[in-house]
């Protein structure tokens, strides 16, 4: 069984920075090459908000327009994790940041979806941005 943990969170200064880190446990060591992985938030009175994927096998990395640019996804097979590299961070991004995975081996298009619907996901964990 999936489990997901995030870590890494907290409070940040505007234009400061942040790594979040989500590990996956339950699963084979390397095994998450053969899952696409996400990261998505939700503020205060807003509704989720997906913001970055990384295809399966090696497929391709998305970001929403909100953060491209300042956020950079990426993922350690070897550590079965996913990161989250936040920089330029702006009061708006303050949320509760969440890691998604679905296992999808062999994606014969090597495309992702950042809005995509995840079974597995992690418990969330603050990030606020604040001076």
């Known amino acids: 069984q999936l489990t997901l943990v995030e870590s890494g969170g907290g409070l940040v200064q505007p234009g400061g920075s942040l790594r979040l880190s989500c590990t996956a446990s339950?699963?084979?060591?390397?095994?998450?090459?053969?899952?696409?992985v996400g990261w998505f938030r939700q503020a205060p009175g807003k509704e989720r908000e997906g913001l970055s994927c990384?295809?399966?096998?090696?497929?391709?990395?998305n970001y929403a327009d909100s953060v491209r640019g300042r956020f950079t996804m990426s993922k350690d097979n070897a550590k079965n994790t996913i990161y989250l590299q936040m920089d330029s961070l702006k009061p708006e991004d303050t949320a509760v940041y969440y890691c998604?995975?679905?296992?999808?081996?062999?994606?014969?298009?090597?495309?992702?979806?950042?809005?995509?619907?995840?079974?597995?996901w992690g418990q969330g964990i603050q990030v606020t941005v604040s001076s």
């Open positions: 990384i295809a399966s096998n090696g497929g391709d990395t």
């Open positions: 339950g699963i084979e060591e390397f095994a998450l090459d053969f899952y696409v």
């Open positions: 998604a995975a679905d296992y999808f081996y062999g994606n014969p298009s090597g495309y992702c979806s950042v809005q995509r619907k995840y079974t597995h």
